[in-house]
C-alpha cells in the first residue's frame, strides 16, 4: 500500500481559558487531524468541508495547543501558568504536564507553542503502514511551536504485555523525534528535532532527562 496516496485535514477550536482575569482570552486549541484514503466513504472531514465520492475515512488525530505568545501577552509567564491552563482541560494533559513541570521543561519555554498529541486512531485493517505517524506529521508540519508532547498510554494490550506495549510505541514515535523523559511514560519533542522523513525502525528508545 501507498503510504503517501492519503490526505489529512486539521481544524482547531479554543476550548478553555486561565480563569475569571481574562474568560474570552484563549489560551488552549483542540486540533483534529482526519485520514483519508480513496475508497467508497462519503460525508464530512473535520473542517466540515465535503469529502470527495472516492475518499474513505480511515483514521483520525487530537492533540492540543498551548498559545504561549499569548499567554505571555496576557502577563502569565511561569511554568505554573502553563500547568494551570493544562490541568483544566484533561487528566491526560495533568498527567503530561506534571512530568514538565516536574523535571523543568516548561521552564525553557519562554515563547513558543506548546502542542500536545492525546489520541492517534487507525483503522485495525489499515495498521502497520505508518498512517498514525503521518498524522502526527501532519499536524506538527502545520503549527509553530516551541516543543510537542505526548502520553504513551496503549489501550488494546493485556496488562502482562504492557511494558512491551509501551515500548513497541516508544520507538514507533522515537521514529518521528520523540525521546522519552527518563523514568516517565512521556515523550517529548524540541521543535528542531522533529523529522520530516520518518527515521528508520530503532531498536532502543532514545532517552531525554
Do not use: W
Amino acid at each position: 500500500m501507498d503510504v503517501n496516496n492519503f490526505r489529512a485535514y486539521t481544524t482547531e477550536h479554543g476550548v478553555c481559558d486561565l480563569g475569571e482575569v481574562d474568560p474570552n482570552h484563549e489560551y488552549l486549541t483542540v486540533i483534529k487531524a482526519e485520514l483519508c484514503l480513496d475508497g467508497e466513504h462519503t460525508g464530512f472531514d473535520v473542517a466540515g468541508r465535503d469529502k470527495e465520492p472516492h475518499e474513505k475515512t480511515i483514521g483520525s488525530t487530537t492533540g492540543y495547543r498551548i498559545k504561549r505568545d499569548a499567554m505571555n501577552r496576557a502577563g502569565y509567564h511561569s511554568p505554573d501558568d502553563i500547568f494551570d491552563v493544562a490541568d483544566d482541560e484533561s487528566q491526560d494533559l495533568t498527567d503530561i504536564f506534571s512530568v514538565l513541570l516536574d523535571k523543568c521543561f516548561l521552564e525553557t519555554v519562554a515563547t513558543g507553542d506548546i502542542i500536545v498529541i492525546d489520541r492517534v486512531v487507525v483503522n485495525e485493517r489499515y495498521r502497520g503502514h505508518d498512517f498514525g505517524l503521518k498524522m502526527i506529521q501532519k499536524i506538527l508540519g502545520m503549527h509553530d511551536y516551541s516543543f510537542a508532547s505526548l502520553l504513551v498510554a496503549p489501550t488494546d494490550h493485556l496488562i502482562s504485555s504492557m511494558a512491551l506495549a509501551k515500548k513497541k510505541l516508544m520507538l514507533h514515535y522515537a521514529r518521528v523525534g520523540f525521546e522519552r523523559i527518563k523514568g516517565t511514560s512521556v515523550m517529548v519533542l524540541p521543535k528542531h528535532k522533529f523529522h520530516e522523513q520518518l527515521k528508520p525502525k530503532m531498536q532502543k528508545v532514545p532517552v531525554i532527562g
